[in-house]
């Protein structure tokens, strides 16, 4: 867990094409300044204009997330947010020249690779971090989605699907999320919607995918989470209308920061005396 906030070393591009907009896309990403948060710019607009990556910004969408703000919108920025949010960093500006942010390969793996490259830094204000004090719990159909206490950050999802047999599955998979994990585990996990040939019989993919995605949408709460988020063949609508009845919920949870250390980012004990192991 990171006990201070972090923003980028130097600055760094990319270019590609949206999922829906066949134009190509510049994006770049800034440092910033502690407290900041991560925003998006549309530059391509005159005067530009900021879009917040928060959970009051997101203007719906099931498969992908659209964030907007004073009617702009950047679009598909569910790859991204998880990059950011699994690399722990707080304070970004993302300035793109379009409505939509590169598809690339359906997964966070290209955007873990240019902020790696440009180098992630430590600032001096201490990281806040939402507690998950009591369940919390929200069901359609079938599919649900929960948060409920735990130490670390841990996130677990399952789904079922019928095999090429016809044989009806369910499989699931977890993750003790820190940076390592993320980059290691589920960065690099495609959309077989986006990917076909990524699919695999045992659903792998899909699931680490479904894990990544879990990742981007719970940094929508902006602070780090201290908590267990588990799915069942849920996606981002639902995941969105999770947290809004969480934060809604006083009782839900209790806003902490880690002891700040001089030694770097560690293994550090809350300011309220309850410890945190290591994530990985």
Known sequence: MFDRQRTLRNVVQCTGRGRAHAAVVRVT????????GVVFVRVDLHPTARVPASLAAVAGGSFSTSLSHAGVTVAGVSPV???????????????LDGPELPMMDGSAAPFVFLLEAAGVVR??????????????????GEAWAELRPHPGL???????FDSPCGERKRRAAAVEL??????RDLARARSPLLAPESTD???????????????????LLGQGLIGAFSGFASGHA??????ERFLSDPEAWEQVMLAASDEGDSNTDLVNGAEVPELA
């Not at 820190?178 to 980059?183: C, D, I, L, R």
């Not at 019989?201 to 940094?219: I, N, T």
């Open 29 to 36: 990403f800034k440092p910033a300044p502690a407290n900041h």
């Open 81 to 95: 947010l998880a990059a950011c949010a699994g690399l722990g960093l707080d304070n970004l500006l993302i300035e």
């Open 123 to 140: 600032q001096a204000v201490p990281r806040c971090y939402l507690r998950v004090a009591k369940p919390v719990r929200l069901q359609e």
């Open 154 to 160: 841990h996130l677990d999802y399952a789904l079922e």
């Open 178 to 183: 820190s940076a390592t994990s993320f980059v």
């Open 201 to 219: 019989a045992e659903g792998r993919e899909w699931l680490r995918h479904k894990l990544m995605s879990a990742v981007g949408d719970l940094s």
């Open 238 to 243: 639902l995941h969105r209308a999770l947290l």
